[in-house]
């Protein structure tokens, strides 16, 4: 198999995009996961800005939010010693192999996939990038020979993707790279959001209220779980089918505080939203609190940027290799040296 580790370590590659203030959602179904995975696998964690512009994105907001996105990754725990931390447009090779990944992939297979249809939704005018958008995740992950993928349940279809493409490539071409496994915990992969919870959680909501963002201030934080929306009556009771609402603030509480639903559910039993909130609230802000004092350290260290060029250099080293394999495979003519 191409691109066999250096070390014993599976792989694990995952990434996402600066294409807003990262969420409570983005930090409980993906990069807590990430901080976990770290000591077990060789770990590659990408901010995919690549993915970012196939919305449209202000120039000045989308090279501050790379960089912050990147800082939050350290601020949550992940260490750059042990995981490359990288942006994915530094590594030429994403792409290189995502221009091949869309000549492999069906436009019917596309025209399936869940985030196309809701972002190109009621759009005028809808950019290609959006609809090739999962060749090129599938491109992220394959590069790097990545066995598992840590990702929110909204990815799961692009996964699955990811794995037809790998696997019609290596029938086609012979075997090159790794089929990947999604890695999606059970509790937490879709956090919904606080004004509607049969929408997801998503940063680019243009609601501020709509998601806690990692780095909304305490007072900010308590204020918008006070006006999160609840279901009719008090009972604090996990039903997602009958209260979704409640059952969606009891899963933030339960991811922040380390407990299970039952947990909670038996500490609020009999106290109503009102009390339930009020604590969510401070449990949330004590996960957020030490996470933007190291977050504002780090950016005012500037130490961001070489940890990027460390995480590209690493990351390129894996990519590149992967990359020529494919192409060698695929018939080009590969330039000599
Ligand atoms: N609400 C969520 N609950 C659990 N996991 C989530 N993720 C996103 N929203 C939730 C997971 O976070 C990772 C990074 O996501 P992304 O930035 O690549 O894009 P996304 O999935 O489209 O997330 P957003 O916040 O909704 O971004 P925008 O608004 O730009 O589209 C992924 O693993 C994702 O599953």
């Not at 691109?3 to 996402?16: A, E, Q």
């Not at 249809?117 to 990545?146: E, H, R, S």
């Not at 929110?152 to 090159?176: M, S, V, W």
């Not at 780090?298 to 961001?304: C, F, L």
Request: glycine share 6%.
């Amino acid at each position: 198999m191409s691109g066999t580790n250096k070390s014993d370590k599976k792989r694990v590659l995952s990434g996402i995009q600066p294409s807003g203030q990262l969420t409570i959602g983005n930090y409980i179904g993906a990069m807590r996961h990430f901080v976990e995975m770290q000591d077990e696998y060789d770990c590659y964690f990408a901010v995919v800005d690549l993915h970012a512009v196939t919305v449209p994105q202000e120039p000045e907001a989308l090279r501050e939010n790379t960089e912050a996105v990147a800082a939050l990754f350290v601020a949550a725990g992940i260490d750059p010693a042990k995981a490359a931390i990288f942006v994915q447009s530094h590594v030429p090779a994403h792409a290189q192999l995502g221009w091949l990944m869309t000549t492999l992939a069906y436009m019917g297979e596309l025209e399936r996939m869940t985030q196309y249809k809701d972002k190109a939704a009621g759009k005028v005018a809808v950019g290609a990038g959006l609809f090739t958008y999962p060749a090129l995740m599938a491109a992220d992950i394959l590069l790097y020979n990545a066995h598992l993928v840590p990702v929110g349940d909204d990815q799961k279809q692009h996964l699955e993707l990811t794995r037809d493409l790998a696997i019609r490539f290596n029938r086609r071409f012979g075997e090159t790279f790794v089929v990947p496994e999604p890695s999606i915990s059970e509790v937490g992969a879709r956090i919904m959001s606080l004004d509607d919870a049969t929408k997801k959680m998503s940063k680019s909501n243009p609601n501020p209220n709509s998601y806690i963002s990692l780095l909304d201030p305490p007072d900010v934080v308590r204020k918008k779980i006070s006006r999160a929306k609840t279901d009719p009556g008090r009972e604090v009771v996990y039903d997602p089918a009958n209260k979704p609402e409640i059952s969606n603030l009891m899963t933030i509480y339960a991811q922040c505080a380390g407990v299970s639903l039952d947990e909670v559910q038996k500490r609020f039993e009999g106290q109503g939203y009102g009390a339930f909130k009020k604590e969510l609230a401070e449990v949330v802000v004590s996960v957020l609190e030490p996470l933007q004092r190291t977050y504002h350290d780090i950016r005012q260290s500037g130490a961001i940027r070489d940890i990027l060029r460390d995480g590209a250099q690493r990351a390129a080293a894996v990519a590149e290799v992967t990359l020529r394999q494919a192409k060698e495979a695929m018939g080009f003519l590969l330039p000599q040296g």
